[in-house]
Nanobody
Framework: QVQLVESGGGLVQPGGSLRLSCAAS????????TYWYRQALGKEREWVAS???????NYGDSVKGRFTMSRDNAKNTVYLQMNSLKPEDTAVYSC?????????WGRGTQVTVSS
């Protein structure tokens, strides 16, 4: 069974950093285009960043310059490096990825930025 599993969330102080991972399991099919989204309590889901199979990245205005997306094709894993975190970055972060022309979602990982 193909699954996307996010990890790396947690509690961090403002100004701190976290690295989220989105790993595919149960398949030998490579992750291609991948997207990170976040949803804060009581708010709509927001697109955060994306990366294509050739490594081209795009970022939402609220995270540009602070977040960096990357991929390790050998591990079939995509990363979201989050620096200079702010309290308004607090949310559940989820990845969506395309594998073999199918779209998969992970269950999400909680990121809390608080002092």
């Amino acid at each position: 069974q193909v699954q996307l599993v996010e990890s790396g969330g947690g509690l961090v102080q403002p100004g701190g950093s976290l690295r989220l991972s989105c790993a595919a399991s149960g398949t030998s099919i490579s992750i291609t285009d991948t997207y990170w989204y976040r949803q804060a309590l009581g708010k709509e889901r927001e697109w955060v960043a994306s990366i294509t199979s050739d490594g081209t990245t795009n970022y939402g205005d609220s995270v540009k310059g602070r977040f960096t997306m990357s991929r390790d094709n050998a591990k079939n894993t995509v990363y979201l490096q989050m620096n200079s975190l702010k309290p308004e970055d607090t949310a559940v972060y989820s990845c969506r990825a395309i594998l073999g022309f199918q779209v998969y979602w992970g269950r999400g990982t909680q990121v809390t930025v608080s002092s």
